[in-house]
């Protein structure tokens, strides 16, 4: 179990984790279409190595994260999966200091099946143990660190309509799933004033509105600086901010 792994992992090796998501995926998740091989970044079949996702110009590289990243990818090139490494991955290393987070979609449908395969995703990780709350709407996590008890969130809401179900929550991270399909008020006015938080000493925020990244779905897109283009089924994961970066 990957919570094991890191209890007897150097401080290099901690360093590592917390600043490569790629890195943690690699030791913290197993293959969805294989479970008896960790996740290695490759098709079910072993043969074809996911490139786009592993490159250190690709979305799970931090250092490439800008105020507003867009990602493009083809249908089946696992777009809510990457969103869900990044969910996994925060809640790994920054829920014990109280992180949040936060994912709508159009239909209720959508955020079903999305927190559903999270749900999943976490159980790999070993971070079910903390979980006191496995609502649909909420998952709450406990973490006790001596004399101090933080509580780190995930919620989710329909986003159908003008957005109301989506007024209200605060937080760090936030998705917006299938965006293709929302409309500008329910983002606007519902889902983009929930992304309002940020966390004391860490460095993926934007310079405006707190540490906020929204990986979101999108009909079709724009490139800003350059990259490379799949077409198809896009989506984007960005935090609110100045610039956008492409993938």
Known sequence: MVQATLAEASDEQLRQLKHDPRLYIRNAWVHPNDQTRQYDFRTTDGETKLHYLTDDAGPLNPKQWGGINVLLM?????????????????????????????????????????????????????????????????????????????????????????????????????????????????????????????????????GTRGSALFPCHLRDGHTQDGGVVLRGDVAAIGSTGVDARPW
Do not use: C
Not at 132 to 158: H, M
Not at 165 to 178: C, F, K, N, T, V
Not at 190 to 201: R, T
């Open 74 to 206: 083809g249908r089946g090139l696992l777009k809510t999966t990457t969103l869900q490494m990044i969910v996994s991955w925060a809640l790994q290393f920054y829920g014990p200091q109280g992180w949040s987070g936060y994912m709508a979609a159009p239909r209720e449908s959508q955020t079903t099946e999305f927190v559903e395969k999270l749900r999943e995703k976490i159980a790999w990780t070993g971070l079910d143990q903390y979980r006191e709350k496995n609502a649909l709407g909420e998952q709450k996590f406990r973490f006790d660190g001596g004399d101090r008890t933080t509580i780190s969130r995930f919620q989710a809401d329909s986003g159908w309509g003008q957005g109301d179900a989506m007024r209200g929550p605060h937080s760090h991270l936030g998705i917006y799933d299938e965006f293709q399909d929302a409309s500008p008020k329910s983002f606007n006015a519902g889902f983009y004033e929930v992304i309002d938080q940020e966390l004391a000493g860490v460095p993926y925020r934007s």
